[in-house]
Each structure stands twice: as structure tokens, then as C-alpha cells.
């Protein structure tokens, strides 16, 4: 069965600082991975998502994210951050169900604080 | 841009009462599912749903809880007899492959 880690439950940084959160995946065999944020009182929103191809992907808000298959990370990073970047950043790994659809595994999360 | 529709946005109900919780995917979507985040803990996965039949389901999703496409565009999750733990945001998403999009969720409350 997949699972994921977000060993950092909370992050603090001043804004205009670069970031980078950390996620780990326990997966059989090639991963879908995603990153999804969640603001308060908001629904989770799509970031970015890795498939296959160039391991080093683009997303959403000048968000990036590498997969490092030897690590079997994929860890998210934005050079600078923004006030409004402050929210619940979740990463995730999908499993294609032989019934079809995409189950999501879902990492605990990592709360993002971002000084002024 | 297409999205997914969760109404309500906020119920609560008595324990033991039965809920419907509503949600419009994304129209051209086949692939349909209902996520969880009880407060202060992960999303879960309860089920997802394809072609009118449930196509995966996690050990949460028991027999107090079950799924319909009524219609061609509404997709619902029924709790039976609620129970202060199905207290929770309740979350809809939708895909035409690999892709979830998810709606804004419902908070239920079971008092």
C-alpha cells in the first residue's frame, strides 16, 4: 500500500525567503505524485503533479517540485515566498484502482507561517 | 474554469440522524470520489466511483455510508445514523483521468 511522509508539521519563513517542504512516498511502482494546498476554510487546490518525463515539474503560483526517485521524494519548492503563499500544503500519491479512478494517499501536511 | 460543487457548505446534525451531502463534479468527469479531513488530521479517501458503480473503497467507508449519481450531474455520500466521529470536512472531487479536482467540502457536525 502507498503512504507518504511530511516529516515537517509546521513551517515559519520571512517572506521573500525561499522554501522548500519535504515529502516522502513509499510506492510500488512509478508514482503519481501531487502537491495540493489548502487555504483556510478552503477546498484543496492543485499545485503541481508528476506523472513521468522531466523530474524537475512547474506548477501553479511559481511553485516547483523535483522527483528524486533514488530518494523517493518530492519535495516542494518556491525561491520566494509571498504573504499570500501562507496556508496547508499537502502532497500526495495516487494509485490507479483497477475499478478505474485515481485513489489519493494523503501526507499529514505541513502548516506554512510566513513572517512579514 | 470548471469546478467542483459542494452544497451545503456547512451541516449539522443530530447523532443517529441520516445526511445527504451534495456535490456537482465537473461535467465532463467520469471518475468521482469522497475524501474526508476530520479537524486537525489528514485527508482519507473514502470511495471512488465509476461508470454508476463503486470502484474502490477504504475500511472507513462502512455500511452507514453509501454513494449515488442520481441524475447526470449531482453525486451524493449518504450517512445513515451519524456518529460523533463522521464529524468532519467532507470532500467531493471529480477527474477525467488522473487529475482530482475537489470542491470547497462540507463541514458536518454531529451533535
Known amino acids: 500500500a502507498q503512504s507518504v511522509t511530511q516529516p515537517d508539521i509546521h513551517i515559519t519563513v520571512s517572506e521573500g525567503a525561499s522554501l522548500e517542504l519535504r515529502c516522502n512516498y513509499s510506492?510500488?511502482?512509478?508514482?503519481?505524485l501531487f502537491w495540493y494546498v489548502q487555504s483556510p476554510g478552503q477546498g484543496l487546490q492543485l499545485l503541481l503533479k508528476?506523472?513521468?518525463?522531466d523530474t524537475l515539474v512547474q506548477g501553479i503560483k511559481g511553485f516547483e517540485a523535483e522527483f528524486k526517485r533514488s530518494q523517493s521524494s518530492f519535495n516542494l519548492r518556491k525561491p520566494s515566498v509571498h504573504w499570500s503563499d501562507a496556508a496547508e500544503y499537502f502532497c500526495?500519491?495516487?494509485?490507479w484502482g483497477t475499478g478505474g479512478g485515481n485513489k489519493l494517499t494523503f501526507g499529514t501536511g505541513t502548516q506554512l507561517k510566513v513572517e512579514l | 474554469e470548471p469546478e467542483v460543487t459542494q452544497t451545503p457548505s456547512h451541516q449539522v446534525t443530530q447523532m443517529g440522524q441520516e445526511v445527504i451531502l451534495r456535490c456537482v463534479p465537473i461535467s465532463n468527469h467520469l471518475y468521482f470520489y469522497w475524501y474526508r479531513q476530520i479537524l486537525g488530521q489528514k485527508v482519507e479517501f473514502l470511495v471512488s466511483?465509476?461508470?454508476?458503480?463503486?470502484?474502490?473503497k477504504s475500511e472507513i467507508f462502512d455500511d452507514q455510508f453509501s454513494v449515488e449519481r442520481p441524475d447526470g450531474s449531482n453525486f451524493t455520500l449518504k450517512i445513515r445514523s451519524t456518529k460523533l466521529e463522521d464529524s468532519a470536512m467532507y470532500f467531493c472531487?471529480?477527474?477525467?483521468?488522473?487529475?482530482?479536482?475537489f470542491g470547497q467540502g462540507t463541514r458536518l457536525t454531529v451533535v
Open positions: 472531487a471529480s477527474s477525467a483521468d488522473v487529475v482530482a479536482f
Open positions: 510506492y510500488g511502482a512509478t508514482p503519481y
Open positions: 508528476y506523472f513521468s518525463g
Open positions: 466511483f465509476y461508470n454508476n458503480e463503486i470502484s474502490e
Open positions: 500526495a500519491v495516487g494509485a
